[in-house]
């Protein structure tokens, strides 16, 4: 039985095992870090390798060295950071904006059936409506400022959010919500007790959702309508042949993307302790 | 009788309406339960599966409300729950989200005990079930067993009068179910908690009643209320080989018998998919879906 398994494990002191193998630990990271960065080394090098041999066109696809001395260019001259600025700050604003909004909301949501049955239907058709289509009502709204980029991020944020928050708070353990109900607690004392915890998990799955997507629609948005921002130098550069700068664009994007992410984990992991620890996958 | 009874059932019957909406295939699942547990006694449900023993322990709990006839504790009818009754569930209903002294302590917060003190309690009952140093463990770092412990000890420390036990050791594997037992008939050999604890195990009952209620298969009556003898609970060492404890097993074994098999039947039926009178509906009821 696992349940037996386990007790026996905990059981077990673990601790004299444990510092056998410190150095044991050492070397199984190293090759763990080192099986995991294979893919990627093998990437960058064909990256570097496939235009200088001719299997691609070099002014399409410059080597990635060639790409990072543009990189450093453009970091020097304080034209990337810049970009980097203006997509960051739009994206986090919106991203906040969401989750201030729509966590609360998903909440209620969530809790009151009937309130639940009237709203649904119009969250269904707005979920279904492509951010992006809306963009031109949000220029026509808002102008062509940051309040119409923002006003994207927030709306597309807004979904995953919120129906993560509501099924939250719908798919709380009934046993649970009995077991508190039968201390007699007041239904604002279960709700914070007992719901409210209960559906952080779940919660976090949306907000996680919803970083990736800010970063996605600003991309897009900046692409169509915009004076600065990564989605701006990249098709900037692609207009203007200054092929480089384009890829330098992308690959902040992706290390945007990557931390951001990463961060959202670690707030994640601190608020989800007491869950069983997930295999890294990360 | 009533003046001194800790829990009364007078004449319970319990009806869920029907999937269908039809009023005829309403169902019963408890039907004029009358049964009295003593302060401070130890009494034990047996039935089997789909008896209704789950849905009178909802009524005591005040988690559900009789069709008709009364629930009463103390000569007071129960309107809903309270702190004065904790229930052991099967399935530990611990809160994954906190430690095992924080889920010790919640019972105390709904009480509004101050923080000091609940850690002070919390702390006393993980020792009661032999817990201690597992205080800052989550539900999902113990055993199934140390996982009832915690729920056993959350229910008993804010100390309720009552103690309802739902097939509180139904999930648990042998060895630690018979040691849980011991530590359970010590724990109330000393605190004299009034307990009801619902099984379908007859060693169980045995083992740890001071007297046993035989249910019917649905919908649930009290068939039989049968006494374990002084002698046979003052046993200290291996109960069960008693000859004695064989005797009361076969007397309750053939109650229950005829019970498994209606239950066994109305399982065939259901996998079916034929309707199926209920037992103890009137034959007009019968005639008119006929």
Redesign the interface.
């Known amino acids: 039985?696992a349940?037996?398994d386990?007790?026996l494990q905990?059981l077990a002191p673990e601790r004299p095992l444990a510092r056998v193998s410190v150095t044991k630990k050492l070397q199984r990271g190293l090759s763990r870090s080192a099986r995991r960065s294979v893919a990627i080394a093998a990437f960058l090098a064909l990256w570097e390798i496939a235009p200088r041999v001719g299997l691609v066109e070099p002014a399409f696809l410059p080597p990635l060295s060639e790409v990072l001395a543009t990189g450093v260019e453009l970091t020097k001259s304080g034209q990337l950071l810049a970009h980097i600025k203006a997509s960051l700050s739009r994206s986090l604003v919106g991203f906040a904006l969401a989750i201030v909004y729509a966590v609360p909301l998903g909440l209620a949501i969530g809790h009151y059936r009937r309130f639940a049955v009237v709203v649904s239907p119009l969250l269904e058709a707005m979920r279904n409506t492509a951010a992006l289509a809306l963009l031109p009502v949000f220029i026509l709204l808002l102008g062509i400022g940051e309040a119409s980029k923002i006003a994207l991020v927030v709306y597309s944020c807004s979904f995953p959010i919120l129906l993560n928050t509501i099924a939250g708070v719908k798919n709380v353990?009934p046993?649970?919500i009995?077991?508190?109900?039968?201390?007699?607690?007041s239904s604002f004392?279960l709700f914070r007790?007992?719901i409210l915890?209960?559906a952080?998990p779940t919660i976090f799955v949306g907000i996680r959702l919803a970083g990736a997507y800010s970063l996605l629609v600003l991309v897009a948005a900046e692409m169509i309508g915009a004076k600065a921002g990564l989605g701006y130098l990249i098709i900037y550069a692609q207009y203007n042949f200054q092929i480089p700068n384009m890829y330098v664009g992308i690959l902040a994007l992706t290390a945007i993307g990557l931390t951001f992410n990463q961060s959202l984990q670690r707030v994640e992991r601190h608020f989800?302790?007491?869950?069983?620890a997930p295999e890294e996958e990360d | 009788m009533s003046a001194q009874s800790k829990i009364e059932f007078v004449a319970v019957s319990k009806t869920f309406p029907a999937r269908s909406g039809r009023p005829g295939d309403a169902f019963s699942a408890l039907q004029n339960v009358s049964l009295q547990v003593a302060a401070g006694e130890f009494m034990v449900l047996v039935g089997p599966s789909g008896c209704g023993k789950s849905t009178l322990l909802d009524l005591l709990g005040g988690l559900a409300q009789p069709t008709s006839g009364q629930i009463l504790l103390d000569g007071e009818p129960v309107t809903g729950p309270g702190l004065n009754r904790g229930i052991v569930f099967q399935q530990y209903a611990l809160f994954p989200w906190r430690t095992a002294l924080e889920n010790v302590e919640f019972g105390l917060e709904a009480k509004g005990v101050a923080k000091a003190e609940r850690r002070e309690i919390a702390r006393s009952h993980l020792d009661l079930v032999g817990l201690s140093g597992f205080e800052g463990h989550f539900p999902h770092e113990l055993s199934g067993g140390m996982k009832q412990r915690v729920a056993i000890a959350r229910s008993l420390a804010y100390n309720p009068e009552v103690l309802l036990m739902d097939e509180p050791f139904a999930a648990l594997d042998a060895q630690t179910r018979e040691t849980l037992q011991d530590e359970l008939r010590s724990i109330w050999e000393k605190s004299r908690t009034t307990i009801l604890f619902i099984t379908h195990g007859i060693d169980e009952a045995i083992c740890l009643g001071q007297r046993i209620a035989v249910m019917t298969f649905r919908p649930g009556r009290i068939k039989r209320i049968v006494e374990v003898p002084a002698e046979l609970r003052a046993a200290t060492d291996d109960v069960r080989s008693q000859p004695e404890f064989g005797r009361l097993r076969h007397e309750i074994w053939q109650l229950l018998q005829d019970e498994v098999q209606e239950a066994a039947r109305d399982e065939r039926r259901n996998k079916l998919g034929t309707a199926r009178p209920a037992r103890g509906s009137s034959l007009r009821e019968v005639a008119l879906r006929g």
Request: charged share 20%; net charge positive.
């Open positions: 039985m349940n037996a386990h007790s905990l353990d046993l649970l009995k077991s508190a109900r039968t201390l007699g607690l004392q007790k007992v915890p209960a952080v989800t302790r007491w869950k069983p």
